[in-house]
């Protein structure tokens, strides 16, 4: 009886024992397989820049410039020329109809440093009939220096009552600019003239006259 309760007891254990190792085993679940560790990019080393090629600066070929030729001098013109020069542009004057060449000629005869010049002009502005010619005539003589004595003589008749008014004008602006004191005399005689504009113009140039003259040039 006894020996049927061993073994009853044995059985019941080895039962036991079958059955918590069975679970334990169930329980315990297999290990995972090792994960291999991941691959590390290596980082990219810069690389040292390589030095540049020897290579030699293009130089441009030295070019020599060659030094501008001077000409030589003119010859200054013999007071001789000059005044053959001042008649020659006299004639080419009276052989020149057009209003405008003959203007440049004006110009261009009052440049003409001689004494032939001024006489010129004179006789220029005697013989010439057209208002805006004689204008340019007396104009261009404030481009001539010195020679006031011929200058004032022209001047006095270009202010004469029988002359343009625009002429008149105009010779009295140039006895103005030669600022010679002998002009205030001429200018004088038409403080009285019937034309308003030739007595406020007169007295005007008389005051710069008186402002600022010099002796006779």
């Known amino acids: 009886m006894l020996r049927s309760k061993l073994l009853v007891g044995l059985g019941l254990s080895a039962v036991i024992c079958i059955v918590a190792g069975c679970s334990k085993q169930e329980s315990e679940s297999p290990p995972a397989p090792p994960v291999p560790p991941k691959a590390v990019k290596p980082e990219a080393v810069p690389s040292e820049p390589l030095p540049p090629p020897d290579v030699k600066?293009?130089?441009s070929p030295k070019i020599t410039v060659p030094a501008p030729v001077v000409p030589p001098a003119a010859q200054e013109e013999t007071p001789a020329q000059l005044?053959?020069?001042?008649r020659q542009l006299e004639r080419d004057y009276y052989?020149?109809?057009d209003f405008q060449?003959?203007?440049g000629i004006i110009y261009n005869l009052s440049s003409v440093e001689s004494p032939e010049t001024i006489d010129a002009m004179s006789r220029l502005f005697m013989n010439e009939h057209d208002t805006e010619l004689k204008?340019?005539?007396v104009n261009s003589l404030s481009d001539i220096d010195g020679e006031n004595d011929k200058k004032l003589t022209i001047l006095t008749g270009a202010i004469r009552?029988?002359?343009p008014k625009d002429v008149r004008l105009e010779a009295i602006d140039a006895l103005a600019d030669t600022e010679d004191k002998r002009a205030i005399q001429v200018l004088q005689g038409l403080?009285?003239?019937?034309d308003q504009e030739i007595r406020e113009a007169a007295q005007d140039a008389i005051d710069q006259l008186q402002s600022n003259t010099t002796g006779p040039q």
């Open 95 to 97: 052989n020149t109809p």
């Open 57 to 59: 600066p293009m130089t």
């Open 83 to 86: 005044a053959a020069e001042a």
């Open 101 to 103: 060449k003959r203007v």
């Open 191 to 194: 403080l009285s003239d019937p």
């Open 161 to 163: 009552p029988d002359q």
């Open 135 to 137: 204008v340019e005539l």
